[in-house]
């Protein structure tokens, strides 16, 4: 029977968890990585299956006969090198496709450029024109354009169709499919301007891009923060390549399968989709679809090394499984991550992981509640980082995207402006520096779940790099020798999340195969790029890191600097 | 002036038709018209008039017996039914033959009587109609709108298929002779276009009443070579024919085939002659070259869309487009289900002027509006503007709107399909008055998620279970030993938690062995056989 507690008195297991937060701290940050470690192994993945069964993939009797118009296009555009658009205007209208142009310019200066979409439209013969597909293919890419537009040519003699489909050559790459979304949604966002659409479909439902791949099928999913297609229309595309008629086993995030003969360690693909999903904000042409509540994907073809007639046809399976979805894609998985080409680890799985590496800043923030704080006082510091925070993105976006940049000045004033610790000049009583060490770690705590929710690769990848370094760095050194204080201060001016993401970038990512730094030859450039990407993204498709950079992660970095101080 | 000519032509047509009937006490007459939309497109419409005097409507022909039982059961003075397959391309067929229909079935009913029970009878009419014209519209009513005695409905989702055709055909007097000979329900399916309908009308002139039935079915083809050759087979099938494939009780037969001038001729006996051959007595057929142009049919278009959609709200933007030269009157009607909430003073047009396909910058431009707010599940909202536009211009109508949630019964069965909104109509007050549809729109829902009532209970439940269990007790209990004396041992209290403790075990190993309930029952009825 357990003693009566005081007034004052906690459990037994708190007081445990009190007095050894650093050991349960590293136990569940320990846990959750051992915990990850098992449930992204495909081996006890759950594996993929179909939801959907009226997408019936792989089940209809594929009849592309167009090989020659596949053909004429190819030799056509180099030919009509200097007209193209109106080659393919030309050649849509001469296959009954009712073509177009778009043009679209950006608005922000940080990325003047502009283009010219084609596209165009076959409508479903016996249907109401209530839904649509898009199927489309990068301006740049002959192979891709010569397929899109012989399927076209097919497809639009067929009266099977049930929806309208849309053919885009979108110049610009994810630029142009942008602007040709934005204007078949009437929407206007910031980073662009284009041509409305004389003509359009209703419900866009899915979007198919092709590309020219080298040798097998290459298949891209990641979309804008995080998104995903729902996981029935990769399943149905990987289905559908592995069926007997075209035998393609697919490559996801450019690794073959171990079980179709692949060599890498099982751990490669996880990795690489929890990086990619969290730091490459546009993998493709499909990768802005989701914003619109489009289901989108690329799939890469070896049309150069294999046979046109069997991608096409291979496109043509996706499209009719496409165009027998009776409802909107909603039966399957939206949050997941791929393990390999069979198997996925859903939400249900790995969000536990997220709870064992942000769990120690709840216990230290716990810890700090009890022992610290005798009165909760909210430093002025703490919403003056914040807004500082703000100020800068505020300020960077509208120069960015108001003024022409023509020399590196202005991008040397924004990385000094990143570098520079903003949020240490706020003066903090050292009363209130407990309540701050504890506001932080809460906040910390709450970042990490909240962003967790809307993009779990990145709330889990910058947690299990950053939970250590806040915990570490965040601890009351007032007692200590100063020259513990000043290695603590040091230690948390070099904890930037510039510099943590160029360690990252010379010393972790090549494991995956990514990383473009060279950590031997370090330049400016590379501490200026990530800056560029991140805010070029922000503004001309709204990803969302550059905020979250500028408004959460640097603020706090800015209070670590001045709790060390 | 294409345009105008097929629709004077066509009133002239049904001018005709009336006129005849008032002077003659039954009129049936039948005609069918085969024109070239476009050189890819082929249109038929078949038309059928029937009028007899309200006094003797069994008399002669017959009138169809259905449709009196309707209108005399519900006293109704018009109706006006049509189903409708896919949808009419302005922009590519160009003007829509008259009557013109949106996707799906549309019904409007003008009663006649008490006033008092026109609820009753509308209900009772569409049941009655569903059930003999095989449709499945009975869920329209929240989506009537009434206009005193006018009931009106739109079914966007109903398709036309073979079995509509079945009571259509047997309203006809002729159901075997006649150009009703012509109408292959089966072959209408590879149409890409079409349409079934009638309307009926009780009309009185100087104490004397008829009753007037229209009906008539329009289908578009494509590959229209292949296609006409076969309906010009057809034709030449039927009017070189003996007399008694006609249909005896028609007062007139009429075929018009606007496809090309070369298939009619006069013989040298004077006689009319069609593809080479001679034209049997009973039928009048008429014979033109159509000088398809197909910049013509681009004249006039109308689209509808949703931007900005999401689960929760959009913007609803009906464009009409006018590549004539002069301007047009336009009464734009668009009726919203009840599960729209419209923000009316969002409701705005704004016109720009075309240059092929670019237009120029857009301003409002003032019009007429009527606005008729829904009920929730008793009455859609109706938004009607009146507004002018001008010559090679285009017309944008814009507003506001979120989307209501619904009751969970009133979902259908596939939620995430959407629920369908009406068309737009539009009158265009030309010369003559043509009304145009635009197309129907798909509205995603908000969805919940069906299943979660059943999560939540077993979350909720345990997460209850989970926190009066420990974190209630060790934060706010604290238990005190009474008198410091332990409840007796007792044998059945053991025996109790013993058995317990076995059927979770049993538990556990029946789900780590996957051995179902049904499966242990059988177990234990042959373990009762044995021992029996």
């Known amino acids: 029977m357990r003693a009566a507690l005081g007034a004052n008195e906690r459990p037994p297991y708190l007081e445990k968890l009190l007095n050894k937060a650093p050991l349960f701290s590293l136990l569940t940050f320990i846990g959750a990585l051992y915990w990850a470690w098992n449930i992204f192994n495909p081996e006890f993945c759950e594996h993929t299956r179909i939801s959907e069964h009226a997408l019936m993939g792989g089940i209809v009797n594929e009849k592309f006969n167009k090989e020659g118009i596949y053909t004429e296009i190819l030799k056509g555009l180099p030919a009509r090198k200097n007209e193209r658009n109106e080659y393919l205007l030309e050649r849509l209208e001469h296959y009954r496709i009712d073509g177009y142009e778009q043009r679209w310019r950006t608005n922000a200066a940080i990325y003047n450029t502009s283009g010219v979409n084609v596209w165009g439209v076959f409508r479903a013969k016996r249907a109401a024109s209530t839904e649509s597909l898009l199927l489309a293919a990068d301006a740049k890419d002959n192979h891709a354009i010569s397929l899109v537009v012989a399927f076209a040519a097919y497809a639009q003699e067929q009266v099977y169709w049930a929806r309208d489909i849309f053919i885009l050559m979108a110049d610009g790459g994810p630029l142009g499919v942008e602007a040709f979304l934005s204007a078949f949604h009437h929407t206007q966002r910031g980073g662009l301007v284009f041509d409305r659409l004389p003509t359009r479909g209703d419900g866009l439902t899915a979007m198919l891009a092709v590309k020219q791949s080298s040798k097998e099928i290459e298949l891209q999913i990641n979309q804008l923060n995080g998104e995903l297609p729902n996981l029935d229309y990769v399943n149905t595309v990987i289905r559908v390549g592995a069926t007997s008629k075209f035998r393609m086993p697919s490559l996801i995030y450019g690794i073959r399968d171990r079980h179709e003969g692949g060599n890498n360690p099982w751990w490669l693909i996880p990795a690489r989709a929890l990086y990619t999903q969290a730091f490459v904000s546009v993998e493709g042409l499909h990768s802005l679809s989701t914003k619109y509540g489009v289901q989108g994907l690329t799939i890469g073809l070896p049309l150069n090394s294999g046979s046109p007639k069997t991608a096409a046809k291979f496109v043509e399976a996706i499209m009719r499984s496409l165009n027998n979805l009776l409802e909107s894609f909603h039966q399957s998985y939206f949050l997941y991550v791929l393990a390999d080409e069979d198997n996925f680890v859903s939400i249900l799985y790995f969000m536990p992981i997220l709870g064992g590496v942000v769990a120690p800043l709840a216990i230290f923030a716990y810890r700090e509640w009890v022992f610290a704080v005798q009165k909760l006082v909210i430093p002025s510091a703490l919403l003056l980082a914040h807004g500082a925070g703000v100020a800068v993105w505020y300020c960077s976006t509208k120069v960015f995207r108001e003024h022409a940049v023509t020399d590196d000045t202005p991008w040397l004033g924004l990385l000094a402006a990143i570098l520079f610790p903003i949020a240490a000049l706020f003066p903090i009583a050292e009363k209130s520096k407990s309540s701050l060490r504890f506001l932080l770690l809460l906040e910390s705590a709450l970042i990490f779940g909240l962003i967790g929710l809307l993009n779990f690769p990145l709330a889990l990848l910058t947690a299990i790099l950053t939970v250590p370094i806040i915990i570490v760095l965040s601890r009351d050194l007032s007692v200590q020798p100063r020259a513990r204080q000043i290695l603590q201060a040091t230690c948390v001016l070099l904890a930037h999340p510039l510099i943590i993401y160029l360690l990252v970038n010379i010393y972790v990512l090549p494991l995956i195969g990514f990383g473009s730094v060279d950590g031997a030859n370090l330049k400016l450039q590379d501490m200026v790029d990530p800056i560029r990407h991140m805010l070029a993204n922000h503004l001309l498709f709204g990803c969302n890191l550059y905020p979250i950079f500028l408004i959460l992660a640097l603020p706090i970095w800015g209070l670590l600097l001045r709790l060390s101080l | ?532």
Request: hydrophobic share 40%; aromatic share 10%; charged share 20%.
């Open chain 2, 1 to 532: 002036m294409e345009f105008r000519l097929a629709w004077a032509r066509l009133v002239s047509i049904a001018l005709i038709f009336v006129g005849s009937a008032a002077q003659q006490a039954h009129v049936c007459n039948e005609e069918l018209t085969v024109r070239r939309l476009t050189p890819h497109h082929t249109l038929s419409e078949f038309r059928f008039n029937l009028t007899v005097p309200t006094e003797d409507p069994n008399h002669g022909f017959g009138f169809p017996n259905l449709l009196l039982e309707l209108v005399s059961s519900n006293q109704v003075q018009k109706i006006f039914f049509v189903l409708t397959e896919s949808l009419w391309r302005h922009e590519k067929y160009g003007p829509p033959p008259q009557p013109a229909s949106p996707t799906g079935a549309v019904v409007s009913v003008t009663f006649e009587g008490d006033a008092s029970t026109l609820e009753k009878r509308w209900i009772s009419l569409i049941h009655s109609m569903n059930g003999a014209f095989g449709t499945s519209i009975t869920h329209i009513f929240p989506d009537t709108v009434k206009a005193g005695f006018e009931f009106s409905a739109a079914a966007p989702r109903e398709s036309l298929c073979v079995e509509n055709y079945t009571p259509w055909l047997k309203m006809l007097p002729c159901q075997s002779n006649g150009l009703v000979n012509l109408i292959k329900p089966l072959y209408s399916l590879s149409s890409v276009y079409r349409s079934l309908g009638f309307t009926y009308e009780k009309r009185c002139e100087k104490e004397r009443c008829w009753y007037e039935a229209r009906l008539f079915a329009f289908t578009v083809y494509e590959n229209a070579d292949e296609r006409v050759s076969a309906v010009v087979e057809a034709i030449e099938d039927y009017v070189t024919a003996p007399a008694d494939r006609r249909c005896r009780v028609a007062t007139a037969s009429q075929i018009r085939v606007l496809l090309d001038s070369k298939l009619g001729s006069k013989g040298q006996d004077g006689a009319v002659e069609f593809n080479g051959k001679k034209v049997q007595d009973g039928v009048t057929v008429e014979v033109a070259d159509p000088n398809i142009d197909i910049s013509r049919n681009e004249l006039f278009g109308v689209e509808t869309t949703f931007g900005h959609k999401d689960k929760f709200s959009g913007r609803y933007i009906g464009v009409v487009r006018n590549r004539k030269s002069q301007s047009l009157r336009l009464t734009y009607t668009q009726v919203l289900p009840w599960w729209f909430s419209i923000y009316y003073h969002t409701a705005t047009v704004s016109c720009g002027r075309l240059s092929g396909l670019e237009l120029s910058k857009e301003k409002t431009i003032d019009v007429i509006k009527r606005f008729v707010p829904s009920i929730d599940r008793k009455r859609p909202a109706e938004l009607e503007l009146q507004f002018t536009i001008d010559g090679g211009s285009e017309c944008q109508v814009n507003f506001d709107f979120e989307k209501k949630p619904l009751r969970l019964g009133e979902y259908p069965p596939d939620a995430n399909h959407g629920l369908y909104v009406p068309a737009a109509r539009i009158v265009i007050q030309d010369k003559t008055k043509t009304t145009v549809y635009s197309n129907i729109l798909l509205a995603p829902l908000l969805v919940p998620d069906f299943s979660m009532p059943f999560n939540v209970i077993c979350f909720v439940a345990t997460a209850i279970s989970f926190a009066f269990s420990t974190i209630h007790p060790s934060t706010t209990g604290s238990l005190l030993p009474v008198n410091g004396k332990l409840p007796e041992k007792k044998l059945w209290r053991t025996g109790l938690r013993l058995s317990l403790l076995v059927l979770l075990v049993g538990a556990g190993y029946m789900e780590y062995h996957s051995i179902t309930l049904n499966a242990l029952r059988r177990e234990i009825v042959k373990f009762f056989e044995r021992v029996a």
